[in-house]
């Protein structure tokens, strides 16, 4: 079993501009983050089992957003953990796409391998978020609306075509090759079989054919409005997209 957990904070005053994401992330890699730089909270376990009927595999990855507090210049501090990052406040001042800063993200997969199969699932989760849809200062009445959180299901089954070429059990005299050719009498003729794998064989070896289905249970997106009902499509739309359930056939084919 693998458990991995990676505590991130960023705490930063009196600047005038806020680094890119990419920026911090190198300065991380490099082992120069600067004083008080950190980001959010990071989870990752693992586990396999190996068995007489296959080897399972278990993997889930979380991440956690606690907090995230900015202030544009003369404005109050804003706590948007949790939020749209499209409120008319201060949304698309971040210049950033996305939806929102969702609290909690995180997926986990079974896996199942056997032989040439290879059967695996995945279960996607996605935090909801507040949007504010009326706002006191331009309406009047302040209203906002919970886009609730998701649980979404994929699974996929893949089978690998791998042909080994056959091999002669015993040397044949005038048609065996090595380092030991075997002589045999003259009059003998060499067999006529070639040991090689039929034609059908060499084009389908080393290939593997999937099936899959993402969304198996049909789920639509969560509902999302947007300010004073401004959204275009009515639900979040980097995150999610309107196909519904998806089946997919692939060949992939190894030279």
């Not at 979380?62 to 939020?83: C, I, P, S």
């Not at 959180?149 to 059990?169: C, G, H, K, M, R």
């Amino acid at each position: 079993m693998t458990l991995t957990i990676d505590l991130w904070d960023i705490e930063r005053t009196s600047v005038v501009m806020t680094d890119s994401p990419q920026s911090v992330i190198e300065r991380f890699l490099a082992g120069k983050l600067q004083p008080g730089e950190a980001v959010h909270l990071d989870l990752g376990i693992q586990y396999q089992l190996k068995t007489r009927f296959g080897t399972f595999t278990s993997l889930t990855r979380a991440t956690y957003l606690d907090q995230f507090v900015f202030q544009f210049k003369g404005d109050r501090a804003w706590q948007v953990a949790g939020r749209t990052n499209g409120d008319w406040w201060g949304g698309s001042d971040f210049g950033i796409g996305g939806d929102a800063w969702y609290k909690w993200k995180g997926l986990s997969t079974l896996d199942w391998t056997w032989h040439n199969f290879d059967l695996n699932a995945t279960v996607h989760f996605l935090d909801g978020f507040w949007e504010e849809i009326y706002a006191k200062k331009f309406d009047g009445f302040w209203k906002q609306h919970y886009v609730h959180p998701t649980w979404f299901t994929d699974a996929q089954l893949s089978y690998s075509l791998i042909f080994t070429p056959p091999v002669e059990t015993a040397p044949v005299a005038g048609y065996s090759k090595g380092q030991k050719e075997v002589v045999g009498k003259e009059e003998e003729a060499p067999p006529t079989a070639a040991y090689a794998m039929p034609c059908w064989k060499k084009i389908v070896n080393n290939s593997t054919v999937t099936v899959g289905v993402n969304n198996i249970f049909g789920e639509d997106p969560p509902p999302e409005f947007g300010f004073e009902f401004g959204s275009p499509i009515g639900y979040p739309g980097f995150a999610y997209d309107n196909l519904g359930r998806f089946w997919y056939v692939r060949l992939i084919k190894k030279f």
